[in-house]
Nanobody, 123 residues
Framework: VELVESGGGSVQAGGSLRLSCAASGFTVSRTCMGWFRQAPGKEREGVVMITYTGYTRYTDSVKGRFTISRDSAKNTLYLQMTALKPEDTAMYYC??????????????????WGQGTQVTVSS
């Protein structure tokens, strides 16, 4: 199992970024997947998760601004981020359920992680 994130960068508040997570060793569309983030001095938090059916669960702070999607042909997960705020600044991680199962449960159920990509939003 390998996850490689890309697409991070520095933007001004109100800007947009799209993060990508290229997966290998399993099928993204048949696995519970998620995006997490960790800001300096804070614990890692779940941003959004998606089940094999496409059901999604977003944390309240990003609802209406972030959108998770996936491309089966490329076996890649995406996170489209719009209306970015300085408080969105963090290292963003792609993750798969620790057992690579179809459905998602708790944020703590993820156990396969990418290396992360940094997102910095300036005011």
């Amino acid at each position: 199992v390998e996850l490689v994130e890309s697409g991070g960068g520095s933007v001004q508040a109100g800007g947009s970024l799209r993060l990508s997570c290229a997966a290998s060793g399993f099928t993204v569309s048949r696995t519970c997947m998620g995006w997490f983030r960790q800001a300096p001095g804070k614990e890692r938090e779940g941003v959004v998760m998606i089940t094999y059916t496409g059901y999604t669960r977003y944390t309240d702070s990003v609802k209406g601004r972030f959108t998770i999607s996936r491309d089966s042909a490329k076996n890649t997960l995406y996170l489209q981020m719009t209306a970015l705020k300085p408080e969105d600044t963090a290292m963003y991680y792609c993750a798969a359920h620790r057992t690579l199962r179809l459905t998602c449960g708790d944020w703590a159920d993820f156990g396969n992680w990418g290396q992360g990509t940094q997102v910095t939003v300036s005011s």
